[in-house]
């Protein structure tokens, strides 16, 4: 039953994945702009409460309920479609634009969705969407990665689908309202299944597995909606829980520490999304109006800088075809744009003042400040060091400075960089006016992020983080490596599968059946012949003619007449004795 | 690096320095009161990673790339 028809957000975009392959091929992508500047302008209008529910045998799902945090999540989802639209404007593939799309509607799905198993639906809508993007990368290491994807994805889903069905058997109801108990198996399931998408280790492998091998323009859209939409959930219904704290903590370190090693330049910004969500999950840990706040503030900020940097990481593979540090370097004469626009999400995401990482992450620590945190403050701080190192003055050093690579990079298709260019601009934006993102956070607040302690720490830090990594900076050199993480848990024992239960199995049958053949010709070979002193009286061949036994047949008529004359004999002697 | 970056490093440092005893200190934490707090944090972090993170890539978690053997 329809309560008020209002078209929901998600489905404009869902619409326009259905209706993209009949648009005609030269205007599709500019479809691709149209959906997503519609969604954000229905996003932005929809009046505040439920919209639309329908009934579905006895449920009612709500697909379009609003408020200030499904809004403003809303508002970034579509946004950055629309910048993600520009971003692969050059992309003709259908299936790449449908999946874009898709994605996209899901996690808009997901942002406004009011019961749970709306939610489910768009939750693993955005597991199909995504799992496309690495697969259209058509290179044998993406369609394995996207195998795992898809199958953790679907795991992670069953965590949240079975802490959903005990949660609708416990209570009777399929509303998402208010923090879940913490007493609650089906809380701590529907938390695994977010978890996983957030990429809360151990859950999160999947995410630097992944990431790197979709395609240049698709890796745009997966920093955006997987690990934001999880932390909309986190807000939504995990306020307060005192183990997220920890837990965004571990992750904030995690992915500093694993980004120091990659070599591969988007598994780097892979795992700083790890790092920057744990930011988020910390936020969401904390739980007081200012924290959560927090947390939305820079999820918005982070799906803008990360889309920025993917967006930059990608130039440089689109136009060398290298995405390795080891491959990389000395690139800044030939592409100074590109640096210049990543070097804007860089400082961005290293919470530079005017920069939209400043005001957002700050408010989280502050949070944790103010909470009495002090562990949390401190090392939230550490992780912000480690983010600098890597995304700041690791990645960009060993790309456009560092040994020249000799590599003479081609042309990006001129809306490459104006999708940058626009992601940059409101990065720019919201770091100098911060109340154009506060004053539509969930909770009322007055927080002035441009204080003098906050500008000297933010001035201390990235001088004496890049002194620090000037003197060091041979120790950064990488090599040719993977770095282990935990999808080993699941990729070592495929490879040992592969090889000792398959490969060494077949070799030991390969072996026996080798070892039974050879037996069986040795036996055969005795009886094939007559015994050696047979043949030599009955052979023509002379002795050591080279003549295998098998092959050397004896003088048939010589034997006949042997027998025959024996028979003659043994006829006399009877003829004569018997007389 | 020019010598100019680095001058200009060099009184951004000296001018946040200065700032730290011009503006009151925020007293909620211990170590807003340290001089030049940040300085150390942010040389000794990044030195920390650096190491930290090598030495845990040295001990096990760097592989060949055919590790896998995909």
């Not at chain 1, 995401?349 to 400040?369: Q, R, W």
């Not at chain 1, 190192?389 to 020249?404: A, C």
């Not at chain 1, 298709?413 to 956070?441: D, E, K, N, T, W």
């Not at chain 2, 940040?38 to 040295?58: E, N, V």
Request: proline share 5%; glycine share 8%; charged share 10%.
């Amino acid at each position: 039953m329809v309560s008020e028809f209002v078209m929901p957000p998600a489905f404009i975009l869902l619409a326009g994945a259905v209706l993209l392959p009949m648009v005609p091929r030269a205007l599709r992508s500019a479809a691709c702009l149209i959906f997503p500047l519609a969604a954000l302008a229905v996003v932005w209008t929809l009046p505040t409460g439920v919209q639309l529910s329908v009934e579905f045998m006895r449920y009612q799902l709500i697909l379009s309920d609003v408020d200030a945090l499904s809004r403003i999540f809303g508002v970034i989802f579509a946004l950055i479609a629309f910048a993600g639209g520009i971003y692969a404007y050059h992309i003709k593939e259908l299936g790449q634009q449908v999946a874009a799309l898709l994605y996209a509607g899901s996690a808009l799905g997901v942002a406004f969705a009011g019961d749970w198993l709306t939610l489910f639906i768009f939750w693993e809508l955005m597991a199909l969407g995504s799992t496309y993007l690495v697969w259209a990368r058509r290179t044998s290491a993406s369609q394995k990665a996207g195998m795992r994807y898809l199958l953790v994805h679907l795991f992670g889903g069953g965590l949240l689908l079975s802490g959903i069905l005990l949660s609708i058997s416990e209570t009777g109801s399929t509303a998402i309202a208010g923090t879940l108990a913490q007493t609650s198996l089906s809380s701590w399931l529907i938390l695994g299944g977010v978890a996983l998408n957030a990429a809360v280790p151990p859950l999160h492998a999947w995410l630097a597995d992944a990431y790197p091998k979709a395609t240049v323009t698709g890796a745009v859209f997966l920093s955006a909606f997987t690990t934001k939409s999880a932390v909309y959930v986190l807000v939504r219904v995990f306020p307060g829980w005192e183990i997220l704290i920890a837990l965004g903590v571990i992750m904030a370190l995690y992915g500093v520490v694993f980004a120091v090693l990659a070599n591969d330049i988007r598994e780097i910004l892979a795992y700083h999304i790890i790092s920057q969500v744990g930011y988020m999950v910390a936020g969401v840990g904390i739980g007081t109006e200012l924290a959560l706040n927090g947390t939305t503030a820079h999820a918005f900020s982070h799906i803008l800088y990360k889309a920025l940097l993917f967006m930059g990481a990608g130039v440089v593979l689109e136009t060398t075809g290298r995405s390795k540090l080891t491959e990389l370097g000395g690139l800044v004469k030939q592409m100074p744009v590109t640096l210049w626009l990543y070097m804007v999400g860089a400082f961005s995401i290293s919470g530079f003042p005017l920069f939209n990482g400043f005001i957002s992450k700050s408010v989280i620590v502050s949070a944790a400040g103010e909470a009495h945190i002090e562990w949390a403050v401190l090392l939230l701080t550490l992780a912000s060091v480690g983010t600098f190192l890597s995304i700041g003055l690791k990645l960009p050093y060993f790309t456009w400075y560092g040994e020249d690579c000799g590599v003479r990079p081609t042309q990006p298709p001129a809306m490459m960089h104006v999708g940058m260019a626009i992601v940059a601009s409101l990065c720019f934006l919201f770091g100098v006016m911060p109340s154009l993102l506060y004053r539509y956070l969930p909770y009322a607040m007055s927080y002035e992020p441009y204080t003098i302690p906050h500008l000297v720490e933010m001035t201390q830090i990235p001088i004496f983080t890049f002194v620090a990594f000037w003197m060091y900076r041979g120790k950064l050199t990488v090599k040719p490596t993977i770095t282990l993480d935990t999808d080993w848990v699941y990729r070592r024992p495929a490879w040992f599968a592969r090889t000792v239960v398959i490969g060494k199995t077949a070799g030991f049958f390969q072996v026996t059946e080798d070892v039974a053949k050879a037996a069986v010709a040795w036996v055969s070979g005795l009886f094939t012949a007559p015994p050696p002193a047979v043949v030599k009286l009955v052979s023509d061949a002379p002795e050591g003619d080279g003549g295998t036994r098998g092959v050397r047949r004896p003088n048939m008529e010589r034997v006949i007449t042997l027998v025959l004359a024996c028979f003659v004999v043994v006829a006399l002697l009877s003829y004569f004795s018997g007389g | 690096m020019k010598r100019w970056h680095w001058w200009t490093l060099g009184v951004l440092a000296a001018v946040s320095l200065a700032a730290e005893f011009v503006v009151p200190h925020d007293p909620s934490h211990w170590w807003t009161v340290v001089p030049a707090f940040y300085m150390i944090f942010g040389f000794l972090g990044c030195l920390l990673f650096i190491f930290f993170s090598k030495a845990l890539g040295k001990l096990f978690l760097q592989q060949s790339e055919d590790y896998y053997g995909e």
